[in-house]
Structures are given as structure tokens and as C-alpha cells.
């Protein structure tokens, strides 16, 4: 469903994405691994409009969506969670949520669908009135996954979901993914986290400055002590 061919993406004169190709299927969920400062949130950018390739296709459903805005590749259904989770913190969890409604332009009662919503988070209505800068991280993890999951969701780009959680939260938010993953969307996570990746990706891809350095399984992936090592500074 989104084919990623051979983008160059640059911020002002500095060159960062070197010719990346790569695809996620429907109903698939893709990781995207790598060290600090490897291409995978300007590889997210770039695929969300916030930092177009200069050179290079993407398309999603067979519509090219390389260079054109990013609130025209929101309305395709395809939805961002940041790196860091960056929700409203002055805004209250439930003015979060009517605020991503807004931004989605749902048909339907609002009540009904924030009402589904608390039922797959319960923890967001018990915190419904709180501004959500007071909330932990698990739980803004919990409202920025909530947010992107109103509206037409046809594929959802995971920046980091697990940075700075703490165990515990980690597995949450992977249960959370495997059950998104359930109902039939597409997701694409960037992750430092090899575990999660394992745990919920049916393939992955690697990247290493600005270039795709491996791709395959997962047991592709943990059988090639190399790539382990060279990429992910991991060693067996
Ligand atoms: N706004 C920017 N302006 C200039 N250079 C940038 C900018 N953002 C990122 N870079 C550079 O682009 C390269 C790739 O960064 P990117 O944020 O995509 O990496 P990453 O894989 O997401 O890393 P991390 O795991 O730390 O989030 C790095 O060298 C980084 O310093
Ligand atoms: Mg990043």
C-alpha cells in the first residue's frame, strides 16, 4: 500500500537520505530499525510531507504523495504518532481527543466515538479532565495513539513509541500495536528497540546513514550476527 522508491531527502544544504526505498504491504506492520541519528524520523518526515524528498517517488494506494502537504497525506488516512508524543499539555486528555475528531471531520456522534475510544483506553476516561501535560508517559503515549486512531486510519507511522517508557509501559504499548495491528492497520514503527520490533513487525528494514542496510524477516534479522552488530550495536 505505500511504496517508498529511492528518495533523497536533505534538511537545507545538509544530506541525510540517500536513495531509500522500501514498502509496506496492507495489514502489515514494518519496523524500521537503526542507530541515533540513522534517517528514521526524516524517513517518516519525509513519508508525512513534513520534510519532502527532493528526489525520489512515494505513493500510498497508488496515489503519488511524494511533495504534496501533509494535511492531504492525513486525509489519505495516514497518520503520524511523533517522535516524543507531542500532545497538547494545556489542553485537557478529552479536548485532545475532540480536537484530533475535529481535525478528522468525523461524521458520527462525537460522544460515540470517544466513548470507543475509552473503551480501548480506558485510562484516557479516568483522566478525561486532566490537562495532558499531567499525564505519565505511558499514558501520552496511550492519548497520541488514541488521537490517531479517529478518523479514516488506513496506515499509522510509529516514531519511537517506546523511547524513555518504562518496562512495563513498553508492554503495554505492545499490546496496544498488536491490537491496532488486529483490526486490519497498517503500521510502520521506527524503533531502537529491538525487541518491540521483533514482538510486532512482520519484517523490518534497517538503515544506516541515510541508506537501507538490511531487510528481512525477523529471523533473517537475528541470525545475520553481522547486521546485528554492524547497525544495531548489538552483539550475540
Ligand atoms: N532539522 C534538522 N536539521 C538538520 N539536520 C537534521 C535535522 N533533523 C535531523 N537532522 C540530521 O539528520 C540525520 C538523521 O536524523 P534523524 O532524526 O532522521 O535520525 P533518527 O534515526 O530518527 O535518530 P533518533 O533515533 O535519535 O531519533 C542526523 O544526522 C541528524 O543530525
Ligand atoms: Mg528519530
Sequence with gaps: MLRVEDIHTYYGPSYVLHGISLNVQEKEVVSLLGRNGAGKTTTIRSIMGLTPPREGNITFLG???ARRPPHEIFCLGIKLVPQGRQILPTLTVEENLKLALLKADLEGSQKETLGRVYEKFPILETRK???????SGGERQMLAIARVLLGKTNLILLDEPTEGLAPLIVQETKDIILDIKKEGVAIFIAEQNIKMALETADRHY???????????????????????????????
Design 63 to 65: 496515489e503519488k504523495i
Design 129 to 135: 479532565k486532566q490537562p495532558g501535560g499531567h499525564l
Design 206 to 236: 534497517i538503515i544506516d546513514k541515510g541508506k537501507v542496510a538490511f531487510e528481512g524477516s525477523g529471523p533473517e534479522l537475528t541470525e545475520s550476527r553481522d547486521v546485528m552488530e554492524s547497525y544495531l550495536g548489538i552483539s550475540a
